[in-house]
């Protein structure tokens, strides 16, 4: 079975910048209707076409692609960004279920349901102006290196013309299986180790060329806050579950936080991990497969609010300062490699 490492796959980030345009790919985006009145029957089809000569492999995660409840696509009322509720994922090595492979002339079309992945409630009744995400990560059909394009993305305009009710939080499903309810325990305490770890390795000075490599410039503190609030995180409220209850566990995605709630959920290939030790012997840092590391990755998306921009150590460290202070991933390879060279 083809497969490729993060490292692998993203190496050719460092090199898209300034952002290329792809002329291969065009996208349409239509709304199954112009006026709904339950917001529950909002929906956009999008229709993406590869228009070269070749086929493309385009990686399908926080695309129009993907059919993940992930952040597909901006939206707006009235010049106003209405807030994402859905989910943000963090995966492990990507293979061909990662991808959508579109063949030359051939149009790709998708669903979209969106009711429930942004906050219309409280932007209110009106008309909402929905964009997908400009971006895609591609590879050709035949290659291992894959980079970023931009693709002219459309604007379509949905009015949503009945009440829109506030969504109630359900109560999750506890990890009922006691296997992997010691193993969620054993990650949340190895994730705070590292997040106190990585927070004691920058302020003694220690990491400051790690730091770099990872944060630039960036303000030490601003990073050493968001550590601190995982490695001080007491919310009993937030829920760890070993339930997929939204069915995000496609093979590639190792756990996810629901924004709206922060509650994060853990997939099985999760269970597969290691705990913080590991990294002394029989692992590396670029491999990400610390089960502490993963935690701390979902925990920022919690008490940060960080975003994934891109996955994989080299990749984090080509992230401008700004965006390298916002990706999750940086805090999971920042951590696991203090980790690394303190404690080993």
């Known amino acids: 079975m083809f497969s490729l490492t993060f490292v692998t796959l993203l190496a050719g980030l460092a090199a898209a910048t300034p952002l290329k345009r792809s002329d291969a790919l065009t996208v349409k985006l239509t709304p199954a209707s112009p006026s709904v009145s339950s917001i529950d029957d909002l929906k956009l089809v999008a229709e993406v076409t590869n228009t070269g000569s070749e086929a493309i492999r385009v990686l399908k995660y926080n695309t129009v692609l993907d059919s993940l409840p992930t952040r597909s696509f901006s939206v707006s009322r009235n010049g106003t960004d209405v807030a994402f509720t859905g989910v943000k994922v963090v995966t492990g090595n990507f293979d061909f279920v990662a991808f959508h492979t579109i063949q030359s002339g051939e149009t790709v079309s998708v669903t ?27 590879a050709g059909a035949d290659s291992a290196a894959v980079n970023k394009f931009a693709v002219d993305m459309p604007t379509v305009d949905v009015e949503v013309t009945g009440a829109i009710p506030k969504k109630v939080k359900r109560a999750t499903n506890i990890c009922d299986d006691s296997s992997k309810s010691s193993f969620i325990d054993s990650a949340q305490s190895e994730g705070k180790e590292l997040a106190t770890v990585a927070a004691d390795y920058i302020t003694s000075g220690d990491g400051d060329s790690v730091y770099e490599d990872y944060y630039g410039s960036t303000s030490a503190s601003t990073i050493v806050n968001v550590f601190n609030a995982v490695a001080d995180e007491n919310d009993s409220g937030r829920t760890l579950s070993c339930t997929d209850e939204l069915n995000a566990c496609d093979g590639n995605v190792i756990a996810y936080t629901v924004t709206s709630t922060t509650d994060i959920y853990f997939c099985d290939i999760f269970f597969d991990e290691l705990p913080n030790d590991r990294l002394c012997s029989g692992t590396s840092v670029a491999s990400r497969n610390i089960r502490g590391g993963t935690f701390l990755h979902e925990m920022t998306h919690a008490v940060a609010d960080t975003d994934d921009i891109t996955y994989g150590c080299d990749s984090d460290m080509a992230l401008s300062d700004s965006e390298s202070a916002q990706n999750a991933d940086n805090y999971n390879c920042f951590s696991t490699q203090a980790f690394a060279d303190t404690q080993c």
């Open 112 to 138: 979209h349901s969106v009711a429930d992945l942004f906050d219309f409630a409280s932007a209110g009744t009106g008309t909402f102006s929905f964009t997908p995400n400009g971006e895609f990560k591609i």
